[in-house]
């Protein structure tokens, strides 16, 4: 039987396969998968299970199965119901019909039951009554099955609140995983808002209030979505269910679609997407209504907040009188004031009716549209970023700012975003609004810097709502940003300085991050080019914050603790510079910096520059002074210590030719990202190397050895006792996220920036071992690495590196030269 029926199945997979590639049907998918499955698992069991245990034992489909939604590679959920616990022939039996099952090509998931157990709120595995209300009679013992329908009928009465507050909770919960948005880059089509669970949800909800699936519902959202799960399992061959980019590229150039550019394509989704979340969050509510426990009575006093125009009910917002919104055009901006002002969320009730007069409100608001003190009290207001989300699902942002549009859905890839634009955008206020009262320590300078803002933040928090609205356009999105903004601020009626100070922030909103990227925050030369372009403190203040929203909304893990601190020291070195503080060098004498010395460290510190008195502490000096003594007895000596929200290593030895290199290959071959690097060699010709870097697999922080063990390896790489080569060559290389995901390699030399050293570019593919091939080229070329500041975006790599020659700035040939042996390394 197995053979057979493997074989069948397979030949049945690739035969819907092709028809599906043909018109992108899911219904015929899910509806022969079941039935294709129905017969083998019939078949399994009347030749193990039927006869030995005929009665008292019913075998049921449970959850997708039970529903007859079975996609291409689903996991088939089989539910054994007997009236005894199991004893050995039934164990043997069971066994054997498992065996023919998975060996047929099915994934099975059993679980075995009494009526009693389905009859009972389980702790810790509610999953098990989620899948009963599925529940189908496939063979065995059909009195013992009548005897469940009975039972679980009744038991569904008797607790169908505390059932609906479950579901609702675990709906809640799943997506706050996803913060609450459908708006990811690269989305998982089943467990994500508006997804396939969410789907699921609305018709678990209806079933357990007895009202059935929601008569409202568009079937083609339902019919789109288990489309692109269907394509996602037959392209991987398993149940695979994450949109990448490559198949949001294969499924837009597949036969059934009619949106062949994957942008396009992706808009579509979202729309779909868009509406079966909303259609879940409705009937999510409507359950949560029926819950009139003490929580919810709680809720109500919001209820206060009523006035003459808002209900406030349940915590939602209801209009009172909503053929108002026929009359008064003033009515949508001071629900959504109301809505900023309060953190009420629009019921679904009023968000639909909001919906509906969108396209009147466009003709009404082209000519006369909301003047900037609507955006200066609107965005003053303490939750601004959630009537922003309200603004946009009901389709208003787009009525009174038209060039919202372009952003809209909008995906732009970079293997670094997480979000749409406009979902990137919205997150950015609300990365704002969390600054309130942070415990966070890195942010509180930060939460600081909001409150010194309050007067022009309104400012801010507009030029970040306009700040991406540039892309998409084919040019520089900063430069279209501006334009597009121009003209928006010119419509409104904003005042002169505010729009010149709005424009500003638009144009600079990449000038801090690339200086933490590209420049060596300790040469006063950068602090000094930052300031011509600021200005003013307020400015700099401003952009600070704007820059702090913007990393941090890229992705959850964008603005690491290290990044924070790095930005704060970046906001300082500037801000002193404006306020007349930092025209002075640090003193060439250590004594001046540091105060007395011990012994030790002073004799470390001849001979080195002033910029490492600068950059370092009294007593991270003292630390390394100490290295320093060590390593004149063993030849070299290195520390691994965890700081300041990263990992960092410091390895003192004497210095020789590739040893910067060596070093950074050694931290790479133990999978760590390195996040900055310096060198600096002293009078006796002792090198104080410094790694700050990222553990991504928490390899250190889980393992207390493997930091000893790192730090040894780190002193014998140095010693020359173990080949670099040898430690990269077990470390494996990630592979990029698509066909289309190979970044080009790019180098540029600039004798510009610094004014000590020639500043090298480097974009490239991220692989193991990189930055040790760069540094090796570096030394290859006989030249010094002063500073060198490294960044990975997803796969790819941004290093740039200060170097110099003799201790001096590279000539023009020899830039070139060694530009074109980087490149090299990059391959």
Partial sequence: MTTAA????????EAWSSRFLQDGHPEPILKNRTRLVDEIVLEAFSRTLLDSCAEGVSLLAVGGYGRRELFPFSDVDLLLLVRRPPDAPFKSALSEFLRLVWDSGLRASHSIRTIEECCAVHEGNFELTVSLLDQRFLSGDSSLFAALQERFRKFLAAE???LLRRLSRMSRARHSRFHDTIYRLEPDVKEA???????????WLGLLRESGPESAFDPRHASFISSVRCFLHFRAGRDHNLLNFESQDEISAAPFSPWHDPAHWMRAYYRHA??????????LETAEAQDRSLLANFRDWRSRLSNSEFTVSRDLVFLRNPHDLDLDRQLPLRLFLFLARHGVPLARETEKRLVDHVISWSRLFRDQPPQASFWREFLSLPHSSEALRAMRSTGFLSVILPEWERIDHLVVRDFYHQYTVDEHTNVTLEILEGLTGTRDAPAKPFAELLEES????????LALLLHDIGKGSGRD???????????FLQRIGAAELDSAQVLFLIEKHLLLPAALQSRDIADPATAAALADEVQTVERLRLLALLCFADISAVNPTAMTHWRMEQLWSLYRIVYRHLTGHLSSEPQSDPRLTYGELKPATSEFLEGLPRRYHWTHTAAETDAQAALFQVARERGAEASVERRQGAWRATLVAPDRPFLFASIAGALSSFGLNILKAEAFTNRHGFVADSFVFHD???SLDLNPPEVERLREILRKVALGQIRVEDLLRHRPVKPPPSRLGAIESTVSADNESSSSATVFEVVAQDRPGLLYHLASAISRARCNIEVVLVDTEAHKALDVFHVTSGGQKLAPEAAESLRQALLSACQ
Wanted: without cysteine; glycine residues 6%.
């Fill in 274 to 283: 868009s509406h079966i979340f909303r259609s879940s969050l409705t009937s």
């Fill in 696 to 698: 991504p697999n928490r």
């Fill in 6 to 13: 493997k074989q069948r199945s397979k030949e049945e997979l």
């Fill in 193 to 203: 808002p508006g997804g396939m669970r969410d789907l699921q949800t609305i018709h």
């Fill in 160 to 162: 169908r609140r505390e």
């Fill in 454 to 461: 309050a007067h022009d933040g309104w400012l801010m928090r």
């Fill in 477 to 487: 999105h900063s430069e279209e940003a501006v334009r597009l903004a121009r003209a």
